[in-house]
């Protein structure tokens, strides 16, 4: 309904203030007597803290108070928490080391804070740093997946006996050997998952501060979810009591998981503000970034697919080592369990599944949630191995896909999701057609007349979103529910205000949730204010990740609406003499159905407040709320076909094709989820070609800048085909499925069975230039052996 | 950041009695080495002594057939000059391919060289193209400027102020990008002069920074053709190797790239 409903697209009314830099962002906050935090770290991956001496730092000019973990564990500050239990195989619970928030006595990860300086200004809280002594007697590293599992491997924690912190497993072990023992073709891989930076465009920072009149805390912070971030700094962390604590998450400049969490630096800001009885700001710089945000990704895995004789899938076995980091962060334990593994049946029919997952310390920075979340680690397995098969029994990639593809819906899974709906081959169709797969084979022969090498990848993604039935995720260990809130406030002049538990750090939620608004009462989205970000303003929310804002977050705002929708009905039907269910709304109008009686909805808004002549009964004002649980994941699906182009002299590979064909279900703005896709599939290819952390043996990270850790740039990825084919989520209102991780889970599985493709040789991420130089000439030196 | 004490002299003789004056003053022109390296407390300089404005360092001419380019000519001059693109042509792409708009706006030929990273592109083009380096007390040839990585034959409080290069018959720049930092892990320079002789001169590459490749020389300036040096191949001992590139393949990027820049010199 109207230009500016669903469908549309609506220019990003937020965008005038980033664009122009009115933004207002942590950093931008400032306060009377704001004191400025830097963290001492430390420089060892694995160490004894001997002592730590703050003497010389406290002299230090504007110097107001040198901290350290001592300190935290004498006010009885919280341990970390891990949100998340997972229960090993033999049903005992994951064992979790304890992760203070400056630690007193054993560091394991470079950058992890031994202590912190409070001064009068930034400059000054560094010099001071630089003078805190802590004596450290170095232990032994581990560093790699693999290692970490080895006899003898250096121990991170005592709770947590090998480093292993659970053996999960999923599905059924029988049934699945079963299968394999009737197969007429087993294809088997090794593959990894490369760790990855989050790198938001803003680092992370906090300003902390305690109102003693009232023993009130504040603290504005870069968060996705500023509710859990409340819950978790009272409950568990024992820092401020919850209704004494307003958080603050202003604009946020991207987070793609990363500011999910809580973390030490914001609580001791937090805890610091009392202690000193000044406000505490905290800036993270971009090297502390690297060695502080949480990672993502990092997967070691086995896997073997049985075929039948006619390449139906009959079962898949999977074993995955999943690289923790140094300690458990507050969803880590999920991730490369139920946001994975529950994947691994994809778009497939796999009567039989069996996955395993370790999950292990090491010396590491701590890994968490960063777009996709688990999925892109199984839709990289399952897609590298659908290729790899096809390529190995002699049928063509989409074949075997389309042999395999479920058709009936709803479809259980071996591996607990029951898909609701989709239409996987329409987009599989979609794809190679505006691919224009069938012309390949002559650009192939074209570039092979210049030298080069072109290789064609698909990757037919599945994705579970709109994260989550509360009910459904408690059963399996989550320490929260996953509903969302809204609340409708409709002002007497008819103007509206969205209150939402979501919250907005580069979705655009303020154009797409205005949009819902304008959809449903006709109204402008100039009309319409999006509240969020704010504990004392919006009513608990979960906050945004998971692709769920749309899919959940909207659908709480459409009950919302339609309480706001009823009331008015009946208002209106009393102030026309009319039936109330005769009473439509159009336009910014409530009409009577089949006459010419109308009133604009400001009118109807404002009798709402004058309460002068409202039904018998009616309780004067318009303003609902609602609180939205979902039925079931969403199942966004699509296929990516990514075009390569090698260089075989320098091993350097050019996206030169890329196209997406996505079913989302129903789209709000159509551009807004362009931008999502595009960005997803910027970080994709990132992750295919050139993203990557290296440690060296002694765990210091070798790639902690952007002279060293390759973040793709515009020309490092092509212009994308852009596509979409639809069927409606069957379990939410608005039949919305979710964007926002499709873009980076669907592409690196595309790139990489591309380049495989071109070169002919198997290769891991990132598929840098020396990698595939060298996977080409060892190809060729195979060959002429 | 440590403090520091920033100066904008009016002339190259105030520029070096401020440097002799200081304890330990560090020039600034562009800063794009320079404040990063500061701003991660990796340089602690009591002063900054800024030529970035002096008119001696400014400017870009062609006299018979040299080409003088003022230290502290930005790159983006460079790459746009029209006299540079008339002379050297190879010199110009060269200046435009350094880092990035940003950097290209700021950074400066005296203070690239002067930095005299083993990645950058200007060392390469200066030894390639037999270029004379005059500084506030001589002038030397860059070859004798250069000495190893981030190191130059200059003397403290000795301040680079032009750069001559003489035109060549025909030359050209190849460069194989960094995929992270966008540094060069080969650029090769190769030029063939008006006399016949030809030069190649190569960065990112070599343990030591910039160096020549003499038997490629030879071999091009037998015959100038991509294919005169199929046979040859740089030692991969002398060579870098890090997480981005191992010695031997910055060995293979070094012909493919001094292949290329022959071809692109025609």
Same mark, same amino acid.
């Given at each position: ?33 704001? &004191? ?108 790699? *997946? ?14 947590? @006996? ?78 401020? @009591? ?14 793609? &998981? ?17 202690? +000193? ?73 796999? @009567?039989? +599944? ?12 701590? %890994? ?10 199984? *839709? ?81 993604? +599945? ?26 406030? %409709? ?122 002549n409202l039904p018998a009964g009616m309780e004067p004002g318009l303003k609902e709320g609602a609180f939205y649980d979902p039925q079931n994941f969403t199942f966004p699906s699509g296929t990516y076909i990514a075009e390569v182009e090698i260089d075989p002299a320098t091993g350097k590979t050019e996206v030169v094709n890329f196209t997406a064909v996505d079913d989302f279900g129903r789209i709000i703005n159509p551009m807004i989820v362009e931008g999502q896709v595009h960005g997803g599939i910027a970080q994709g290819i990132g992750q295919a070609l050139i993203e990557g952390t290296s440690y060296s043996d002694n765990g210091q990270l070798l790639t902690a800048s952007y002279m060293d850790y390759g973040m793709p740039r515009a020309d490092d990825v092509p212009s994308f085909g852009i596509h979409h084919t639809t069927t409606l989520c069957l379990t939410n209102p608005l039949g919305m499925k979710g964007c926002g991780e499709a873009g980076a889970i669907g592409s690196p599985p595309a790139v990489i069975n591309a380049i495989t493709d071109a070169i002919g040789a198997s290769i891991e991420m990132p598929a840098t230039p020396q990698r595939v130089w060298a996977a080409i000439n060892g190809g060729m030196r195979a060959a002429a052996e | 950041m440590y403090a520091t004490t920033y100066h904008r002299p009016a002339s190259l003789a105030e520029a070096s009695a401020l440097l002799a004056n200081a304890d330990e003053a560090k ?104 270029? *004379? ?69 190569? *960065? ?63």
């Open positions: 309904m109207g230009v500016e409903g669903i469908g549309a697209r609506v220019q990003r009314k937020e965008d005038k203030r980033f664009i122009t830099g009115k933004g207002r962002y942590t950093d931008d906050f400032k306060m009377a007597g704001m &004191g400025h935090a830097h963290f001492v770290r430390s420089p060892h991956a694995h160490a004894k803290v001997r002592s730590i001496d703050t003497s010389a730092a406290e002299a230090m000019p504007g110097v107001i108070a040198v901290l350290n973990g001592t300190q935290l564990v004498a006010d009885k500050v919280g341990n970390l928490i891990c949100g998340w239990m997972i229960h090993s195989k033999d049903g005992t619970p994951m064992r979790m080391g304890a992760w203070r928030a400056m630690e007193p006595e054993q560091v394991r990860f470079v950058g992890q804070a031994v202590a912190v300086v409070i001064a009068e200004t930034k400059n000054q809280a560094r010099d001071a740093a630089e003078a805190v002594v802590v004596d450290y007697d170095e232990l032994p590293v581990v560093v790699t *997946t693999a290692d970490a599992l080895a006899a003898g491997a250096p121990q991170l924690h005592p709770e947590a @006996p090998g480093n292993l912190i659970y053996d999960w497993h999923i599905g059924d072990e029988a049934a699945t050997a079963a299968a394999f023992g009737k197969a007429a073709n087993v294809v088997e891989m090794d593959i990894f998952n490369n760790r990855l930076v989050p790198n938001p465009m803003e680092p992370r920072a906090a300003l902390a501060s305690w109102d003693e009149s009232e023993d009130h805390y504040t603290l504005y912070t870069t968060s996705q979810n500023p509710h859990v971030a409340r819950l978790v700094l009272s409950a568990f962390y024992n820092i401020a @009591p919850e209704h004494k604590l307003r958080v603050i998450a202003p604009d946020v400049g991207g987070g793609f &998981g990363s500011k999910i969490y809580i973390y030490p630096e914001e609580m001791v800001c937090l805890w610091a503000s009392k202690r +000193i009885g000044r406000p505490v700001k905290w800036n993270c710089d971009r090297t502390e970034a690297f060695l502080t945000d949480a990672h993502g990704r990092d997967h070691v895995s086995k896997a073997r697919m049985a075929f039948d004789a006619d390449h139906k899938l009959l079962g898949l076995q999977v074993s995955t080592v999943a690289n923790i980091g140094a300690y458990m962060s507050l969803f880590s334990s999920c991730v490369p369990t139920y946001l994975y593994a529950t994947l691994l049946s994809g778009q497939y029919n796999i @009567p039989a +599944i069996y996955a395993e997952v370790k999950a292990v310390y090491t010396n590491t920075v701590p %890994v968490d949630a960063y777009r996709g979340a688990g999925r892109p680690e199984a *839709t990289y397995l399952l897609e590298r191995m659908m290729e790899t098969s096809a390529r190995q029994l002699g049928i063509s990639p989409a074949e075997l896909r389309r042999r395999n593809f479920i058709t009936q819906f709803p479809h259980q899974t071996p591996v607990i999701m029951c898909y609701d709906n989709g239409n996987y081959g329409a987009h599989l169709d979609a794809a190679e057609a505006a691919a224009d797969v069938a012309g390949f084979p002559a650009r192939k022969a074209e570039a092979a007349r210049r030298g080069k090498l072109r290789g064609l990848g698909y990757s037919c993604y +599945i994705e579970a979103c709109g994260i989550a039935p509360s009910a459904a995720v408690g059963s399996l260990g989550a320490g929260v529910g996953l509903w969302e809130s809204a609340e409708v406030r %409709v002002n007497p002049v008819g103007t509206i205000e969205i209150l939402t538990g979501s919250h907005s750090h580069g979705q655009g939620h303020e154009t797409t949730f205005a949009q819902l608004v304008s959809e449903r009462l006709g109204v402008g989205v100039d009309q319409v204010q999006i509240v969020h970000g704010d504990t004392d303003k919006v009513q608990f929310g979960m906050g945004t990740y998971g692709s769920r804002s749309g899919a959940v977050g909207m659908s709480a705002l459409l009950k919302a609406l339609e309480k706001v929708e009823s009331k008015a009905r009946k208002i209106a039907a009393h102030l026309m003499e009319a039936a109330e269910g005769d009473i439509v709304i159009e336009n910014g109008e409530l009409k009577v159905a089949g006459t010419d009686k109308k009133l604009p909805f400001a009118n109807v808004a404002l009798a709402a407040y004058t309460a002068h | 020039i600034l022109a562009g800063g794009m080495t320079l404040l990063p390296t500061m701003k991660n407390r990796l340089a602690a300089p009591s002063d900054l002594v800024d030529v970035g404005r002096l008119a001696e360092l400014a400017g870009v001419s062609l006299a018979g057939d040299t080409l003088t380019i003022g230290a502290a000519t930005k790159h983006y001059e460079v790459a746009g000059s029209a006299t540079v693109k008339g002379a050297i042509p190879a010199l110009a792409k060269l200046a435009g391919g350094i880092g990035d708009p940003q950097v290209r706006h700021m950074g400066t030929i005296g203070g690239s060289i002067s930095n005299n990273d083993p990645a950058a592109d200007y060392p390469a083009g200066l030894v390639g193209l037999g270029a *004379t380096v005059t500084t506030s007390k001589r002038t030397l040839a860059a070859e004798d400027f250069f000495a190893g990585l981030f190191s130059t034959v200059l003397d403290a409080g000795e301040i680079v102020t032009k750069v001559s290069f003489p035109v060549p018959a025909k030359a050209a720049y190849a460069k194989f990008p960094n995929p992270a930092s966008r540094y060069a892990m080969a650029g090769v320079m190769v030029v063939k002069a008006r006399d016949g002789s030809v030069r190649v001169a190569v *960065t990112g590459a070599g343990g030591n920074g910039v160096f020549r490749w003499h038997a490629a020389e030879a071999a091009l300036a037998a015959s100038f053709s991509a294919a005169a040096l199929d046979g040859l191949s740089v030692d991969a001992g002398d060579l870098m190797s890090d997480i981005h590139g191992s010695s031997e393949y910055r060995a293979n990027l070094v012909k493919v790239m001094t292949q290329r820049a022959v071809a692109a010199a025609g």
